[in-house]
């Protein structure tokens, strides 16, 4: 007799501390924003700290626009293997708050260069060569979604053989 391989797919939902402990490692995630023309989702670098998620953004364009129009957003992340054996997924439903202000943008930004570049104060890394403080600053926004519902799902494929 040969051995058969089955496969068989687990669905499961995570618990909020996996929920949490997925969005604060993840590198990209994709906010999703209602247009009038229809749904619009952009891929971000974003930072999640306290219930909070965060990135950054030009305080001019399409999501910008978007999202001061209608502030109601969706926030997903997920990642897969190559193979497809194990599959997460988070989805944030809330409402997202643009900062303007730059003393109140500091503290984001800070966990920003933090989780993406190496880890240094915020006047040190803007004091850079190359960094332009008061031009940078001026036309950059911080935007903080809130989220109202939250919810984790985790795939996993189990193989096994079968005689």
């Known amino acids: 007799m040969n051995a058969v391989k089955l496969t068989r797919k687990i669905l499961q939902p995570m618990s909020r501390a996996e929920v949490d402990q997925f969005l604060t490692c993840a ?7 209602a247009l009038d023309d229809g749904p619009y989702i952009v891929p971000v670098g974003y930072a999640y700290e306290g219930g909070e ?9 399409l999501k910008m626009d978007g999202m001061r129009e209608n502030p109601k957003v969706c926030f997903e992340v997920d990642e897969s293997t190559s193979d497809a054996s194990m599959y997460k997924s988070v989805i944030a439903r809330g409402t997202v708050e643009i900062i303007e202000d730059r003393e109140r943008m500091i503290p984001y930004l800070q966990r920003l ?3 993406y570049r190496v880890p240094v104060g915020f006047d040190e890394y803007m004091g850079r060569p190359g ?4 031009k940078e600053m001026s036309v950059v926004r911080v935007c903080v979604v809130r ?9 996993v494929r189990i193989d096994r053989e079968s005689i």
């Open 131 to 134: 960094r332009y403080l008061d």
């Open 27 to 33: 590198r990209v995630g994709r906010v999703g924003i």
């Open 53 to 61: 998620i965060f990135f950054h953004s030009c305080f001019t364009g």
């Open 113 to 115: 260069i933090d989780k």
């Open 147 to 155: 989220p109202r519902e939250m919810t984790g799902q985790l795939m």
